[in-house]
């Protein structure tokens, strides 16, 4: 049965509902993520919203401070599940790398089979052009893709993102161009919701003192629950609201976390700024780009690619283990044999050989057994193409019986010269290693 895409996916998320939801690797960080906020606005629904129900007689107000605590929430949650349940942008996967980059490097050689060949490379790093400013994109290894500017591979979650801001663990997932902008919501409307909950206890505590208790100690003692939600939303407000500081910074100036921290020193111009309310425009209003990812697709079958056209017109040599190079190594010999039949001299035949193992040769033969008419034709047959070749780079030659035999009759006039045997390919030498 064929795979859904998110059944096959390579990365590390994790996903709900038969691929309709994405997470990350670290999705339960979400609960401990839920329980701190849930758990902070229960215990002001219970003991502080409560009593407040009726400290505003006029239109039964005390009602909306408790209908807004619930609200707020609510609202900060679905914020929470759309940053962490959505696919943040990532690029999808390519199945080999870009074979159009190819290129065969012959400065570097490598050694294959006892010959030299062009090292393939392609190149790590490429420029493309942003509103006229050069941006360097580099390669990933693991997802065999140049990455689009901006965009950077997530270690804990293994996919290369759009727009990559950084990992937040506390949401579980990557932060990047299709969930930035719920993330900043998210993270502006927690600290809203506890700017709202830390007021509303001080207002508690105030109509405490203004009753029966007049003083602050008794007021706290009288109400534990508003001192511990007012210290909670105090500590809580250093972290989500100089989070939501900081990233205002990031909006206007069109920047990720990930490249201020990376690039602060560099003082570089960014290729992204297009003014403060450009950018604000831009990430809070602009449309976000459909997902690249089809999760519930079927996976399609790989349509085998043709091999580069550029490949055989830029290598310059192949294998010695190839066909090819065989059979040109038999034409060599083929050739060198028919020489050496029509030769007289075996000095001529030792230079011409480059002096390999002729002694041989003059052993088994002698001069008047290799003369042949030199306006006869000689056959060559070719046969035994495998051995020939080994044979002329190990440099031993023999000959087999049946030339010797041949070649015996010829020299004692049995048979006529118009028939005397030749040194034919089928009596090719006999490959000793």
């Known amino acids: 049965m064929a795979k859904r895409v998110y059944q096959a996916w390579k990365g590390n998320n994790r996903f709900l509902f038969c691929g309709r939801l994405i997470f990350g690797p670290d999705a339960r ?26 400290e505003f007689p006029a239109y039964d107000a005390g009602y909306a401070v408790l209908v807004v605590a619930i609200a707020f929430t609510i609202h900060v949650l679905l914020l929470l599940l759309m940053t962490s349940a959505r696919d943040p942008g990532i690029v999808p996967r390519a199945s080999h790398p870009p074979e159009e980059e190819f290129s065969y490097d012959t400065s570097t050689r490598s050694e294959i089979g006892g010959r030299h060949t ?22 990933c290894d693991t997802c065999m893709i140049y990455r689009p500017p901006r965009c950077s591979h997530c270690s804990i ?13 506390w949401v579980g997932q990557c932060i990047g161009q299709r969930n930035y902008r719920y993330f900043f919501l998210f993270v502006s409307s927690s600290t809203l919701l506890c700017i709202y909950v ?46 939501t500081g900081f990233h205002l910074y990031l909006i206007g100036t069109n920047q990720t976390t990930y490249e201020n921290f990376r690039y602060r020193a560099d003082n570089r111009v960014s ?136 070649s015996s009759l010829a020299a004692e006039g049995d048979i006529p010269s118009s028939q005397k045997p030749v040194l034919a390919k089928h009596a090719y030498p006999v490959i000793s290693k």
């Open 29 to 54: 960080s979400l609960l401990v993520t839920v329980a701190l906020i849930v758990v902070p606005v229960v215990i002001f629904c219970v003991f502080v919203a409560r009593n407040l129900l009726h």
């Open 118 to 139: 062009p090292s393939l490379t392609f190149p790590r790093i490429k420029e493309v052009m942003v509103n006229g400013i050069p941006v360097k994109v580099k390669y």
């Open 157 to 169: 979650c293994n996919n290369c993102v759009e727009r990559f801001d950084h990992h937040c663990p």
């Open 198 to 243: 830390f007021a509303m206890c001080a207002l508690y505590i105030k109509f405490l003192m203004d009753e029966d208790y007049p003083t602050v100690w008794k007021a706290m003692k009288h109400s534990p629950a508003s001192v511990v939600l007012m210290i909670y939303c105090f500590v809580s407000l250093w972290f989500v609201g100089g989070l």
């Open 271 to 406: 290729a992204f700024d297009r003014g403060c309310l450009s950018n604000f425009i831009e990430v809070l209003c602009a449309e976000i780009k459909p997902s690249r990812n089809k999760f519930r697709a079927y996976v399609q079958d790989e349509i085998p690619r043709p091999p580069p056209v550029g490949r055989t017109r830029d290598m310059e040599e192949e294998p010695a283990s190839s066909p090819r190079v065989k059979v040109e190594d038999d034409l060599d010999i083929g050739g060198d044999l028919l020489k050496i039949s029509r030769r007289r001299n075996y000095e001529e035949v030792d230079e011409e050989m480059g002096g390999r193992n002729s002694n041989g040769l003059h052993q088994a033969l002698s001069e008047s057994e290799l003369m042949v008419d030199s306006e006869t034709d000689i056959p060559v047959i070719r046969t035994e193409t495998k051995n020939s070749s080994r044979g002329r780079r190990s440099g031993s030659w023999d000959l087999s019986p049946e030339v010797l035999a041949a």
